[in-house]
Each structure stands twice: as structure tokens, then as C-alpha cells.
């Protein structure tokens, strides 16, 4: 079983839409965790952190229940722009050196 | 957000040399550097721990003696892949931690890598 394992996707949505992503991650000692979006042959780039107690950015909300090892991401209101692999990712702690490992990614596709 | 460079942004090279990418942080000190490298289709696996001025921590089942890293200061670290083959094309990727010891990692914009 991989560390960090999320939706096997892609997601085909309609502009317009409310998509969510999951993720479940291994290792009960994971001390963060965050989602990153990646554009196709480009880096990943920090879409948001991940608190216990939700937090929400814009259209997009995130949540964290550590009690089921379990992540997700709400996009609202999705737009052609947010087509991109979303990859939940998580530091495993200082016990580790501190170093993150990435899920193998949703890809989410937004059609006009 | 923090800026992170690599250079070069790709590279086509002949099987039997060595390839070095550049990873540098432009407007903060990284004490903590991070290679990874992705293949088409799959997620980044992390291929190592590069701390300014120590040894680098390979994580399991990548060659050391293949896989050189130096972090010889605060601001760059270099990867070099040494005696290249085909098998070792792929997205080299490189993050950087800042001093501040804030969590998040902040990924430089990737290097192709194709060996003929």
C-alpha cells in the first residue's frame, strides 16, 4: 500500500462545477499537510496548507481528520483554470528529516 | 512566494556522460534542498536530502555514487548525474526549505533530462 494514495481519477467536470479530491495517507506520525496543484510538464506549485480545523481559501476548502488519516479539497464554482493534477502531499516529520511525500495525483479536467 | 531557479531547464545528452543541474535559491538561504525526480504519468518521488554543508541523505534504493550532490552553500545545490543512460531520462525537480524553518518547500521549475 503507497504511503499517500489519492482518487485514481481524472475528473471531467463542467465549468461551473463542485469537485472534491481525497486523500488518505499512512504514517499516524505525519505531522503536515498540504495540496499542490501541477500543470502539465511544469513544477508543483503550494496550492494550500491543511489545518485540523478546515480552512478555506477563496473557492477552494480543505479539510484534515487525523483521527481516519484522511485529507480532502473542495473546489467550488471551478473554472477552465483550475485543470490541473492536484497532488495531496505529506511531511512526514522530523523523525524523518523533515520530508515531504507526494500522492500520485488527480488530474481534473474543466470543460467549457 | 520564495524563488527557486535550476539550470538548465533541459538538457539531451549521449548515454556515458555526466549531466550536473543547478538548483539555487534566489531571495532566501535553504539549508535544506530536496531532488526529486518524476517520471511521465507518475508523482514525484523524492531522491534525496541535500543539507548545506553536510553529506546528503539518499533515500532507499537510489545510488549515491550515481546520483552526486553538493550543497556548498546556503544558496545552491547541484545534482550530478554521473555516466547517464537512457533508463535515467526523466524530470529532475529540486525544492528548497527556507531558514526560517517554515514548512512549506518551494520547487524550482524542473529539468528535462533525455539520454540518447
Known amino acids: 500500500r503507497k504511503e499517500v494514495e489519492q482518487d485514481p481519477g481524472p475528473f471531467n467536470v463542467p465549468e461551473g462545477a463542485t469537485v472534491a479530491f481525497n486523500c488518505t495517507y499512512s504514517?499516524?506520525?505525519?505531522?503536515?499537510f498540504f495540496w499542490y496543484r501541477q500543470d502539465c510538464r511544469k513544477e508543483p506549485k503550494l496550492l494550500m496548507s491543511v489545518y485540523s480545523s478546515g480552512n478555506e481559501d477563496g473557492r477552494f476548502t480543505a479539510q484534515l481528520n487525523r483521527a481516519s488519516q484522511y485529507i480532502s479539497l473542495l473546489i467550488r464554482d471551478s473554472k477552465l483554470s483550475d485543470s490541473a493534477t492536484y497532488l495531496c502531499v505529506v511531511n512526514r516529520g522530523s523523525n524523518y528529516g523533515q520530508n515531504f511525500v507526494f500522492g500520485p495525483g488527480t488530474r481534473l479536467s474543466v470543460l467549457p | 512566494g520564495a524563488v527557486v531557479s535550476q539550470h538548465p531547464s533541459w538538457v539531451i545528452c549521449k548515454s556515458g556522460t555526466s549531466v550536473k543541474i543547478e538548483c539555487r535559491s534566489l531571495d532566501f538561504q535553504a539549508t535544506t534542498m530536496f531532488w526529486y525526480r518524476q517520471f511521465p504519468k507518475q508523482s514525484l518521488m523524492l531522491m534525496a536530502t541535500?543539507?548545506?554543508?553536510?553529506?546528503?541523505?539518499?533515500e532507499q534504493g537510489v545510488e549515491k555514487d550515481k546520483f552526486l550532490i553538493n550543497h556548498a552553500s546556503l544558496t545552491l545545490s547541484t545534482l550530478t548525474v554521473t555516466s547517464a543512460h537512457p533508463e535515467d531520462s526523466s524530470f529532475y525537480i529540486c525544492?528548497?526549505?527556507?531558514?526560517?524553518?517554515?514548512?512549506?518547500?518551494?520547487f524550482g521549475p524542473g529539468t528535462r533530462l533525455l539520454v540518447l
Open positions: 525544492s528548497a526549505r527556507d531558514w526560517g524553518g517554515a514548512e512549506t518547500q518551494y
Open positions: 541535500s543539507n548545506e554543508g553536510s553529506k546528503a541523505t539518499y
Open positions: 504514517n499516524s506520525a505525519s505531522q503536515s
